[in-house]
């Protein structure tokens, strides 16, 4: 089911993406996703007002590095002409360009932007049409499948990206008034494929190897976005792949586990600094600490820890508690 990825010019060794998610897919985190087996990741959302109205400030959200490619910048605003412009900004920043028209939160729909575009596709229209025009990246939206529950608007938006010249749709399959309540319907998925010539790629739900598999097979999708449950849990790249080549997979291990942190924390270091390491790793260190005996007395450390080496001691105590053979550390116990 695993297989390489075509988008526009763009060719992924495999259809196992990193979803965008603000606030967490910066450089150090894409970078742990990458290593982990992601073949694309994807920038933060970056807002096109700032891009356009305060230029170098909103740019350096965009810091990426040689090792993290292929790359996707995620876009949200409202104005075609604004996007078209952020659009040619952006261009030498990525490998593929992305528009967000998903977004739930007030603070973006609110603007127009997000998952307020799909109760306006004419404007969708306008917006792919100017954006193609501007940028010769490759060309994907980020949808939901409505804005109500029932509204189900995505093959219509799907065929009016294609019809605009977009490369490939992902589609998170439930309503804006849903947010993340409910599950995703993933039969719309299915019904996304049959509309469109272009790839469709699966968003929602994905919280084990085993998810990931059973969205490929029972859609029919062409490639998935792990968003939440790569949270603590980058290894499930590796266990994707993994499950793909043996048809099973190795539960993360302790030390696997405490290496991964000290890796993202010295990411973060090179990144940001001491100081926002610190606070960034204590946000990650929240979901790394699950499903192991003693994972909330971690969090709790964690949670108060000031320093570095407060850090690199809860780390050192992650790898000394034993793997439990036959235990599977992913769910948490706790
Ligand atoms: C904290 C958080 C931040 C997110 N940020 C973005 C974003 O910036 N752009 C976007 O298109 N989707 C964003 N999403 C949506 C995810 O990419 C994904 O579509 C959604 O979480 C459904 O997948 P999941 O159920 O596997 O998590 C975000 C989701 C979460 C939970």
Known sequence: ?????????????????????AGITNLPFRLICRK???????????????????GVKTLALLKSSPEDRP??????????YDLAEAARMVEGYGDLLDINMGCPVRKVVGTGAGSAL???????????????????????????????????V??????????????????????????????????QLKEMKEALSIPVLGSGDLFTPDDCHRMLGET???????????????WIFRQVLELEQSGTYTPVSTAERADIIEEHLNLFIEDRGEAVAVREIKKHIGWYAKGFTGASEIRR??????????????TERIRSI?????HVPDTDAE
């Open 36 to 54: 982990s087996g992601a073949s694309l990741a994807y920038t933060e959302m970056v807002s096109v007002n700032g891009l356009v109205r305060e």
């Open 118 to 152: 799909l109760q306006e596709p004419l404007k969708i229209a306008a917006i792919v049409r100017a954006v193609r025009a501007a940028t010769t990246l490759p060309l994907t939206i980020k949808i939901r499948s409505g804005w109500h529950c029932g509204d189900n």
């Open 301 to 314: 450390t964690a949670n108060s820890a000031g320093s570095l080496q407060e850090i690199r001691r809860l």
């Open 220 to 234: 029919g999708c062409d490639g998935i976005m792990i968003a939440r449950g790569a949270l603590g849990n980058p």
């Open 154 to 187: 995505f093959q219509e938006v799907g065929r009016i990206a294609e019809a605009e010249g977009c490369d490939a749709v992902t589609l998170h399959p439930r309503s804006r008034t849903l947010m993340f309540s409910g599950q995703a319907d993933w039969s």
């Open 71 to 80: 790359l996707g910048i995620q876009l949200f605003g409202d104005k075609p």
């Open 1 to 21: 089911m695993l297989k390489p990825l075509t988008i526009g010019s763009l060719v992924l060794q495999h259809n196992v993406v990193l979803a965008p998610l």
């Open 322 to 326: 034993p793997d439990h053979p036959g």
